[in-house]
């Protein structure tokens, strides 16, 4: 027999103040029914009476009860302890365990207990065991042993034992439940959490720390812990579905990617239930697990990635970009903005393949692909939907059919010259072009297919066209493309050939003497003659020869300013020159300015830069170090078209500026609108304030002079003093063409 301690045992214990007085009561009948020879022959009738009746109650008592003397021999035993021996009360009354089936072990350990009970001389409570003699299976028992000295002045012990076997079999099977729990989880290598949502104290097995890396001390046990544990990106999904389970919509289940110690990720299957709520429902504590799933994830991944990728290129394949192409079009139908396909095909692919073997054609098709990604935005698709066929889908180009095209013709430009460019491949140099067919999608009845029809057949039309080129789909857009893109190369050759030159607009004083000029930009077009501003300068803004433009209007405004110089009754002019928000914030702008004074001989102080008030959106800080820089060297500073852009206040007295130009759209109606004519006086008292020159721009009749002049400003320019004319025609003779400097 193996006593076990009563701390591990969770049962209720016999000795309470109850059983105690059963004990006490017991044990004085017991001790004057044994002084008055319970087993003497010659008993009296009252006395058997008692007998019988104490031995019913005895009997009937669901307990073992057992009186023993000093040495461990039975004294008195009721029916349930003779059973269990497999014999009747009366016979065991002088024996000791020993004699029944009690081991000779189990026999001493009774014989030891009862003793060291008696020597100790107060009441314990013991676990025992024992083997039942009709069944020969183990009971357990839980015992109370009450010492005393009976009349006869020797020892004597009560016992008392409950019969606790289905209890201790219930205890055996939860736990032998847990140990198969634990056994499958470590099986399945799942970590196991449970979250006091009391205490937030949130407790983990060893196996959810090995999982991350940890051992069991280095993390907290809270729920602050664990957030740092998940990946940044998945955190607040992760916390919505344990909030969903929180809130009672279901158990939690969610896959989410963890941080391991050592800073590396795993995809995770957690799980859990909400298994205690309080009387208002509000959850108490959340148990649940996760399992290790990254294989499953990068195996989906691969299966992915074949499904939808091109394995040689890792570029979209054809069904990854027909979904990514429905989708575009439906978010060009929501946004309002039109976008574009284009389908590549390389130039004579298949005589490259026969020529220099598959190998080389598979190296060539790879490196395509990587220059198609750097010519798109990351919000764009770069595609191969099978041989040397590529597609691009350009997201949301321009609110206009137009505007959309320019953007399409740019990139497709660039794809051009991207893929145009030699290829090493081992070591060998490999020449390839483009053919690139364009179709424009917004319209409500685009589909892909049909999108994919047109991209293609405009693609046969850049190959009749001679290869290397592009053609869009729709005949008027291509034709305006091929306008514009005739244009640009015009400018080109025009800026190059030293085509452009300046007209000069005189700016006069109150008593109409000429204090300056504009510097205005044309196009001496050898076909078309003379071409306005409004038809190139917003092409050159878009394809950036704004800035080659700027340094030779500026250069020739210098020239011009050296050529006054040398005629006294002209010295004094200066000459104002716009400025485009493009030139200004070049880093090298006021390099640039300088050395054109410097170069030509130019007084720097007769030269004005007029900014719009686009410029000063981008960078006020930059602007002023600018303007401050040239100031410094005398160049003055003009805001040009007034009034009609962002108008602060804050950066007219923060900015070095010399004047203002009232924009003409106010001057046209001055006389006729009460607005005009009160915006007008507005900006003339506001210049005054400040201290700035008033140009008051396009003044064509004498009523306009007089209400501008009346009301304080001191400059004009218009055609009521002079339409712009060549530098040559200007009284003092100029310089005309944009010559080389």
């Known amino acids: 027999m193996t006593p076990e301690t009563l701390a591990d045992c969770p049962l209720h214990s016999l000795a309470d103040a109850g059983t105690a007085h059963r004990i006490d009561a017991l044990k004085a009948e017991l001790e004057r029914l044994t002084g008055m020879a319970w087993h003497a022959g010659d008993a009296g009738p009252h006395l058997r009476e008692q007998q019988s009746l104490l031995r019913t109650v005895l009997d009937e008592s669901p307990d073992f009860i057992v009186l023993k003397d000093?040495?461990?021999?039975?004294?008195?035993?009721?029916?349930?302890?003779?059973?269990?021996?497999?014999?009747?009360?009366?016979?065991?009354?002088?024996?000791?365990?020993?004699?029944?089936?009690?081991?000779?072990?189990?026999?001493?350990f009774f014989r030891r207990n009862v003793l060291d009970v008696m020597a100790r001389g107060h009441t314990e409570v013991v676990f025992e065991e024992s083997t039942d003699d009709r069944s020969g299976q183990t009971r357990y028992f839980k015992s109370i042993k009450k010492p005393f000295i009976g009349d006869n002045g020797l020892p004597r012990i009560l016992v008392i034992a409950q019969d606790i076997t289905d209890i201790r079999r219930a205890q055996q099977q939860v736990q032998e439940s847990e140990r198969r729990l634990s056994y499958v989880l470590n099986a399945t290598g799942e970590g196991v959490w449970d979250w006091d949502l009391g205490t937030n104290a949130l407790q983990h097995n060893a196996r959810w720390f090995e999982l991350l890396g940890y051992a069991k001390g280095e993390l907290e046990s809270s729920i602050a812990a664990f957030e740092r544990c998940v990946f940044a990106d998945d955190l607040d999904d992760t916390r919505a579905a344990i909030q969903r389970c929180l809130d009672g919509h279901g158990p939690y289940r969610h896959e989410h990617r963890m941080q391991r110690k050592d800073g590396s990720t795993m995809w995770v299957f957690d799980r859990g239930d909400v298994v205690e709520r309080d009387a208002e429902g509000r959850p108490l504590r959340m148990v649940g697990s996760f399992a290790d799933v990254n294989e499953r994830k990068v195996a989906e991944a691969m299966t992915e990635r074949l499904a939808f990728y091109d394995p040689l290129t890792g570029l979209p394949n054809r069904r990854l970009m027909l979904d990514r192409l429905q989708q575009a079009i439906r978010t060009s139908g929501r946004s309002g903005l039109f976008g574009a396909l284009m389908f590549i095909d390389l130039d004579n692919f298949k005589d490259l393949n026969d020529c220099n073997g598959h190998g080389t054609g598979d190296a060539l098709l790879q490196q395509v692909g990587q220059r198609l990604r750097q010519c798109v935005r990351q919000r764009d698709t770069a595609a191969r939907i099978g041989?040397?066929?590529?597609?691009?889908?350009?997201e949301e180009l321009g609110s206009s059919l137009l505007d959309t095209a320019g953007h399409a013709e740019l990139v497709a430009a660039k794809v051009i010259d991207a893929v145009g460019q030699p290829y090493d491949i081992e070591g060998v140099a490999i020449s390839s072009t483009p053919s690139i067919g364009i179709a424009l999608f917004g319209a409500p009845a685009d589909t892909?297919?049909?999108?994919?029809?047109?991209?293609?057949?405009?693609?046969?039309?850049?190959?009749?066209?001679?290869?290397?080129?592009?053609?869009?789909?729709?005949?008027?857009?291509?034709?305006?493309?091929?306008?514009?893109?005739?244009?640009?190369?015009?400018?080109?050759?025009?800026?190059?050939?030293?085509?452009?030159?300046?007209?000069?607009?005189?700016?006069?004083?109150?008593?109409?003497?000429?204090?300056?000029?504009?510097?205005?930009?044309?196009?001496?077009?050898?076909?078309?003659?003379?071409?306005?501003?409004?038809?190139?300068?917003?092409?050159?803004?878009?394809?950036?020869?704004?800035?080659?433009?700027?340094?030779?209007?500026?250069?020739?405004?210098?020239?011009?300013?050296?050529?006054?110089s040398a005629q006294p009754a002209n010295r004094a002019l200066s000459i104002s020159v716009n400025v485009s928000a493009r030139q200004f914030h070049h880093p090298d702008f006021v390099a640039r300015v300088l050395d054109a004074?410097?170069?030509?001989?130019?007084?720097?102080?007769?030269?004005?830069?007029?900014?719009?008030?686009?410029?000063l959106l981008d960078d006020l800080a930059e602007v002023i170090v600018k303007m401050t820089a040239l100031k410094a060297r005398g160049v003055c500073f003009s805001i040009d078209d007034f009034g009609t852009g962002w108008s602060s206040l804050s950066y007219l007295k923060r900015l070095p500026l010399d004047e203002l130009k009232i924009d003409r759209s106010f001057i046209n109606d001055v006389l006729t609108d009460p607005n005009d004519a009160s915006i007008v006086q507005t900006m003339l008292v506001l210049a005054r304030s400040l201290s700035l020159e008033v140009v008051a721009e396009g003044v064509e009749t004498a009523g306009q002079r007089e209400f501008l002049a009346g009301h304080g400003c001191r400059l004009f320019q218009g055609w009521l003093y002079g339409r712009p004319m060549p530098a040559a025609d200007w009284p003092i003779a100029g310089y005309g063409p944009l010559s080389s400097p």
């Open 597 to 615: 004074a410097e170069r030509t001989g130019a007084d720097p102080a007769r030269l004005t830069l007029e900014l719009t008030e686009s410029v």
């Open 70 to 108: 000093h040495e461990g021999n039975f004294l008195l035993c009721n029916k349930p302890v003779a059973d269990f021996y497999g014999t009747t009360p009366e016979a065991m009354v002088g024996k000791h365990d020993g004699h029944f089936s009690a081991t000779p072990e189990q026999a001493e």
């Open 387 to 394: 041989g040397d066929e590529f597609v691009l889908i350009l």
């Open 448 to 564: 892909a297919d049909e999108l994919l029809k047109r991209a293609d057949f405009a693609m046969y039309q850049a190959k009749d066209a001679g290869r290397n080129t592009l053609r869009f789909f729709d005949p008027a857009m291509q034709e305006a493309v091929l306008s514009r893109t005739q244009w640009l190369a015009q400018l080109r050759t025009a800026i190059d050939r030293r085509e452009l030159c300046i007209h000069l607009q005189p700016i006069v004083d109150g008593d109409r003497r000429t204090v300056g000029a504009e510097a205005l930009v044309r196009w001496n077009h050898p076909e078309r003659g003379l071409v306005s501003p409004a038809d190139f300068i917003p092409l050159a803004e878009q394809s950036g020869l704004i800035l080659a433009i700027g340094e030779q209007v500026l250069d020739a405004a210098c020239r011009q300013l050296v050529a006054w």
